[in-house]
């Protein structure tokens, strides 16, 4: 599997946007409501990577419009990160899901899922050409940095992507998901806390 025959090359990310509605690279396509490409700025210093599109994003076609995203805006704000100067997008761009009854509940993709949406991720890199990445949780970051990176042991810390998506700097840390997670809970503060001064390390390394 594979998306490669979707993308065009040396496309910019309208036309890649464009393209990509058409993806039968997975089979994720089928159930989902459509494709969830990206969002932002796409000449902005900063590129925001996530897993996948979620139930609200899959619906709107948006990347982080339903909670998870609300968390990413706050943590951005509270880090001085200027929305104006970020671009968002998804390792995976179809919603993985399973159905019980009325709900869809997410499912992580899968390593072949990772792999098939690759060339539109590389595509999207070479054109916005970020300053710096900051992979958003496991998924994003094992599909840049390989599958032995481990979010727990190196996240917060700034990096060297490798080719195709290098070099260039890249930061992990955890999805805005694993805050939300948290709610309710005595670790809460500490995991949005975390999340902002990871954020606050990327606007450092930018502005650099």
């Known amino acids: 599997m594979s998306a ?30 459509q494709v969830v ?41 509270e880090a001085g990160v200027a929305v104006a100067d970020v671009y968002v997008t998804n390792a995976v761009k179809h919603f993985r899901f399973t159905e019980r009854g009325k709900r869809r509940i997410h499912a992580t993709p899968q390593v072949t899922h990772i792999k098939a ?9 070479a054109d916005v050409d970020p300053q710096l990445v900051v992979a958003l949780g496991a998924t994003a970051a094992k599909s840049m940095l390989g599958p032995a990176f481990r979010i727990t042991a190196q996240r917060g810390t700034v990096l060297e992507l490798p080719p195709p998506f290098g070099p260039r700097p890249v930061l992990a840390t955890i999805h805005p998901s694993a805050v939300l997670r948290t709610q309710g809970g005595p670790e809460h503060d500490a ?18």
């Open 37 to 77: 490409f990206s969002a932002g700025n796409p000449k902005g210093p900063m590129m925001l990577v996530g897993e996948q599109p979620g139930d609200q994003e899959d619906r709107r076609g948006i990347p982080f419009v339903g909670p998870a995203g609300q968390l990413l805006q706050r943590a951005l704000a």
């Open 4 to 33: 490669e025959t979707w993308v065009p090359a040396g496309a910019g990310i309208d036309e890649l946007r464009a393209a990509a509605a058409g993806c039968r690279g997975c089979e994720l396509w089928e159930p989902a409501t």
């Open 117 to 125: 949406c690759r060339p539109w991720l590389e595509a999207e890199v």
């Open 191 to 208: 995991a949005f806390a975390g999340l902002v001064a990871d954020l606050r390390t990327a606007a450092a390394a930018v502005a650099g």
